[in-house]
């Protein structure tokens, strides 16, 4: 399913009947000083709670075999979160310790909710102790409370070809683009979907934006139908590239490599290019090692 049929499945986010009465409890006044620190987004460098902001599990829809999108009430039902696109959230259940961070899916003029989509790991955690927090987080209850601790990013968005950076070398700088490509691996394709999702909501926003998005196989793909509804706004350009096809699939194939980069990045001497790289630390590593052979310089790329 794409996530805009989940979204069109959705009727309205105002609570279900059951919710009703738990809207009331919500605490207000803490978001609301959040809100107002935050007209339009908070500060790429962070905003921590001191007290998390309890977000309420509405439900759930099924996105590929193993991704589902989560969708959480915000304690305004009037108000989006206020994010910028780049930013994460970070969150906490309440039985548990250990806290994750996600790059919502629902656009940050989405009022009253927060749609996450989120890899469910399968393993069963009480052998190996992993995939805890995603099990927990599928097996929520309607109603049932999360705790949002933290929204930070190293990097935003403005919009317009606009991005602030923010780098320990240099703190925050400002960058311009007119190009800007993308490369994500699996579930960070949600990083790079804000910034499509942005440029697509504004029409004067000119920016060209090309994604390459790298996965195992063909049903891990995700947002597909959504990506390519959206490369026919004419701004944005989508190559998904997956190591094992199948004989369906039309796009590309195996790892990400110098052909890849030069069909679809920026030039390595175009000053208002820009590279966004996110995925598993050996992804961005051969990313850079290609980019850095292709003579691109660390102003043209950053790794979110
Ligand atoms: C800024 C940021 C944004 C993020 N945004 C998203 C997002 O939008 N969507 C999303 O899904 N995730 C996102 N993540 C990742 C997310 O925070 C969690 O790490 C993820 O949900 C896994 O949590 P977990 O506790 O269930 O798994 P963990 O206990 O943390 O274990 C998961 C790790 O174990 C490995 N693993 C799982 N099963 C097996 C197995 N059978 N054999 C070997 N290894 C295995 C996985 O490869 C993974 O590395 C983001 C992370 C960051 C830092």
């Not at 606009?162 to 394709?189: H, N, P, Q, R, Y």
């Not at 890849?260 to 290019?273: A, V």
């Not at 966004?276 to 992804?283: A, E, I, K, R, V």
Request: hydrophobic share 35%.
């Amino acid at each position: 399913m794409s996530y805009l049929k989940y979204v069109l499945n959705k009727p309205s986010v105002a609570p279900c009947s059951s919710l009703k009465g738990i809207i009331q409890t919500l605490d207000k006044a803490q978001y609301k000083t959040f809100a107002q620190k935050n007209p339009l987004g908070v500060p790429v460098q962070g905003v921590k709670f001191t007290d998390p902001l309890k977000l309420i599990y509405m439900d759930k829809g099924n996105v590929s075999t193993e991704c589902n999108i989560f969708r959480f009430m915000l304690p305004e039902i009037n108000k989006p979160l206020g994010l910028r696109p780049g930013e994460y959230v970070t969150l906490k259940l309440s039985d548990l310790e250990d806290f994750r961070s996600y790059r919502p899916v629902s656009s940050i003029h989405d009022n009253g909710f927060l749609d996450l989509l989120v890899k469910v790991f399968s393993t069963d955690y009480s052998q190996r102790s992993i995939g805890e927090f995603t099990q927990r987080l599928d097996a929520l209850k309607e109603g049932d409370p999360v705790y949002l601790t933290e929204v930070a990013g190293s990097m935003c968005y403005e919009g317009r070809g606009k991005f602030s950076i923010c780098t320990e070398d240099e703190g925050m700088k400002e960058k311009i683009a007119k190009k800007v490509g993308l490369i994500s691996e699996g579930t960070s394709i949600t990083a790079m979907f804000q910034f499509l999702q942005a440029v697509e909501e504004d029409p004067v926003d000119l920016t060209a934006f090309s994604l390459v998005s790298l996965y195992g196989n063909p049903s891990d793909a995700l947002l597909e139908d959504d990506l390519l509804r959206m490369q026919e706004s004419g701004k944005i350009s989508y190559f998904p590239v997956v190591e094992s096809p199948d004989e369906m699939w039309t796009h590309g194939e195996g790892k990400i490599s110098e052909a890849l980069i030069e069909s679809f990045m920026p030039e390595p001497d175009d000053p208002e290019g820009l590279i966004l790289l996110s995925g598993s630390n050996q992804m961005t590593d051969d990313c850079i090692d290609i980019l850095e052979k292709l003579g691109y310089n660390k102003d043209q790329y950053q790794i979110l």
